[in-house]
């Protein structure tokens, strides 16, 4: 049940992805979505050097022999990320996936379909999902208003973004943003889309490396408890409303400068907040789908719950 075009692409068992976190996107969480049969997206923004995310790779294959990919972010970075780099190691490390982010994957492109890399790139409209399909990306997200991180500018959400992408591409649509549990896993198949994506959710697991307290934290948040900051910079980003959100919001309504901004959202402080557990020390990411987290589960039983509970809704729907 449940095999779809994104199925056969990744070859995995369900069409539920784990997207790349570059803080916390790391080798275990990777693993335990492969072994449970998603695929997962290995953060590599954290990485300075090509052979810190060998090691992570390498360190992957250990925990599964299931299918994982790595993520690379195009975003304009306060430090240059080596993606030329990254790519290289992708290639000889015989990685069999990679997600695509922030800017269009022409650059890379070439080289990951020579090496038979599946490319799935991550869009907020119809127009630049048909650009990634013309540069021959296998598949893409379909990253609606709720999700967390960097929805773009559009602000379309993921009701009505899936439709529209599935109606106007040939390649398969995967949903992302906000999606939390069996309800709109359902919902998303029912758009169109080939499977979900989903990266809050997996922050508050157990195999998560996200402090305790963090996930504490996310699972009590309601929906009503994120906020886009950073549209003054072109960058909006979908966080939690805690303390540095809040300034963010009073130095953005006030004009202040990118250099300034950093002083809050440059990623080292978030890097802090998840190892060391204090909510308030930096920015912390995540998507309106908090307000349907009640739990901190593995990552087996999140996924088994989603597929099991979506084959009872679906026969329920049926026999209405
Ligand atoms: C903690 C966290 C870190 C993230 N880091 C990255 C990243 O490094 N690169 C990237 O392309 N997306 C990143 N994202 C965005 C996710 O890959 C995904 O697009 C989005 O979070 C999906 O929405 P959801 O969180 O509502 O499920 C991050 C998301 C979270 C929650």
Redesign the pocket.
């Known amino acids: 049940m449940f095999e779809t075009r994104v199925t056969e692409l990744f070859g995995i068992k369900y069409p539920i992805i784990m997207?790349?976190?570059?803080?916390?996107?790391a080798a275990e969480l990777v693993a335990a979505v492969a072994n449970a049969g998603g695929i997962g997206?290995l953060?590599?923004?954290?990485f300075s050097s090509g052979e810190e995310l060998r090691q992570e790779i390498r360190k992957t294959r250990t925990l599964t022999d299931k299918p994982f990919g790595v993520?690379?972010?195009m975003?304009p970075a306060a430090r240059p990320i080596p993606n030329e780099e990254f790519v290289d190691v992708i290639i000889e490390e015989g990685v069999s996936a990679v997600?695509?982010?922030?800017r269009s994957p022409e650059p890379f492109i070439e080289r990951l379909k020579k090496a038979k890399v599946r490319v799935i790139h991550?869009v907020s409209s119809v127009r630049h999902a048909l650009t990634a399909q013309r540069l021959g990306c296998d598949a893409v997200?379909a990253?609606?208003f709720?999700?967390?991180?960097?929805?773009l500018m559009d602000d379309v959400t993921l009701w009505n973004l899936v439709p529209r992408m599935v109606d106007a591409l040939d390649i398969p649509v995967v949903a992302?943003?906000?999606?939390?549990d069996a309800r709109q896993f359902v919902a998303a198949l029912a758009l169109g889309a080939e499977g979900v994506?989903?990266?809050?959710?997996?922050?508050v697991t157990q195999e998560c490396c996200?402090h305790q307290n963090i996930k504490e934290r996310l699972v009590q948040a309601t929906e009503r408890d994120t906020v886009m900051i950073q549209r003054s910079i072109g960058n909006q980003t979908?966080v939690l409303r805690n303390e540095p959100a809040r300034k963010v919001e009073e130095m953005e309504n006030r004009g202040a400068s990118l250099e300034e901004l950093l002083t809050v959202i440059g990623g080292e402080h978030?890097m802090r907040a998840?190892e060391e557990g204090d909510v308030d020390t930096g920015i912390?990411?995540?998507?309106?789908?908090?307000g349907l987290i009640q739990n901190i589960p593995t990552v087996r039983e999140v996924i088994d719950s989603m597929v099991n509970e979506a084959a009872v809704l679906l026969s329920k729907i049926g026999s209405r």
């Open positions: 997207g790349g976190m570059g803080n916390i996107g997206f953060g590599s923004i954290r993520n690379i972010s975003l997600e695509t982010a922030a991550k997200y990253l609606g709720e999700a967390g991180g960097h929805p992302t943003g906000g999606i939390s994506m989903m990266a809050t959710r997996f922050v996200a979908r978030s998840m912390i990411t995540c998507g309106q789908g908090i």
